[in-house]
DNA sequence: GCCAACGTTGGC
DNA sequence: GCCAACGTTGGC
């Protein structure tokens, strides 16, 4: 049985648009610099789990589009790079620290808007909604997954 | 730009 | 291990 999670994305890194523009509509998901979020990708993150992809720090936050998780974790390429916002010059090859996952656009979405999840009862669970979470990866149950899927209109 | 909330760092 | 200081996230 799969599992759901929602990713949260800057549009002015990486947008829905990005990822349907990308080769295979796939991207590997770097940057990831919180461990319990780096922890998800390593311990419970499998291919074809699904994927709410949410645009944060934007003017219009909020799901925008489906997406799914393909192949393994790996390491994330940008800790090595000193030209990268995301080097960490204490991480090496030998032991590294921060690891990617590559995810697959399935198809972008009308915006659901935070203040439209924040509105619906059914959503009110939802981890991302949870006061003072800052978590770029959190996990989706099954539940919420349809409940958000039926107000995305299919 | 503001600021609440949280995570990390580092001195002790 | 404690905890103050600092940095980051992210909505508004």
Known sequence: MPNYWLMKSEPDEVSIDDLAAAARQTLPWTGVRNYQARNFMRDAMRPDDGVLFYHSSCPQPGV???????????????????????????????????????????????????????????????????????????????????????????
């Open 64 to 154: 925008a589009g489906i997406a799914r998780i393909v192949g393994g974790v790996a390491p994330d390429e940008t800790q090595f790079d000193p030209g990268s916002l995301y080097h960490d010059p204490a991480s090496s090859r030998a032991a590294p620290r921060w690891l990617q996952i590559d995810v697959q656009l399935v198809r972008k979405t009308r915006l659901l808007p935070l203040a439209e999840m924040r509105e619906a009862p059914e959503l009110a669970s939802m981890r991302v909604l949870q006061r003072g979470n800052r978590l770029s990866i959190t996990p989706v149950t099954a539940q919420e997954w349809a409940a958000v899927l039926k107000r995305l209109g299919g």
